[in-house]
């Protein structure tokens, strides 16, 4: 029988490279998949082909229009401490009234992981291409950088927080004006299974029509 009891159907060329327990294994992994804190996450940080594999299937991501509305900034090494640095900056100019261990902790905002990856939208008005599917697209990108780090054997978290809506952190960090956040995508290792949180009851979220 050509239809696997995960329900494949391995006639699929799709599936052709992949052994049946593989394909159960992802599944249940993006079935009992949780974002991991950044301070939970190790290293070794994935390495320069991974890293290369993570960005070319978060750029296969469906993009109306083929605009490609996105774009990456690869935090890894000493660069996490440079923009955790002009992070840390930024804040304090803010507060100056801010305590050394607050400062501090802005300061490692990129390097609890040892690789961010910020997916930064580029969505702008288009004469055929709504800018709201734009925006759902560099979503799009985020969650299929978070598939393919965990599908990898990593653990992620997508995060934003207030550095990804302050426009000064933005500039210094090579985002445009016309540009946005779409979110850091904190990428490690982590084994520990993390207790689940509550997920929407699929009675009170799909109807059949
Ligand atoms: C666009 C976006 C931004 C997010 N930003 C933050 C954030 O700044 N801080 C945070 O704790 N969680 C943030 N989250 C939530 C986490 O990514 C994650 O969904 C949450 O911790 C639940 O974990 P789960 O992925 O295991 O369900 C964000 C999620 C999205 C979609």
Known sequence: ??????????????????????MNELIEKLKTRRSAPPATLSGPAPTAQEIETLLTIAARTPDHGKLAPWRFIVFEGDARERAGAIIADV?????????????????????LAPLVIAV???????????????VLSAGAVCM?????????????????????YNQEVLARLGVG?????????????NDSRREDRVRPALADIVTRF
């Open 1 to 22: 029988m050509s239809v696997s009891a995960a329900g494949f159907d391995r006639r699929h060329p799709f599936y052709a490279e992949f052994s049946e327990p593989a």
């Open 91 to 111: 804040y304090a100019q803010a507060n100056p009234g801010a305590g050394a261990e607050r400062k501090a902790a802005e300061q490692t905002r990129l390097s």
């Open 120 to 134: 930064v939208s580029r969505a702008a008005p288009h004469p055929k291409i709504p800018e709201w599917e734009q």
């Open 144 to 164: 299929n950088l978070v598939v393919a780090t965990n599908a990898l054997g990593f653990a992620a978290a997508w995060l934003t927080e207030w550095y990804s």
């Open 177 to 189: 004006a016309e540009e946005k956040i779409a979110g850091f995508v904190h990428i490690g290792r």
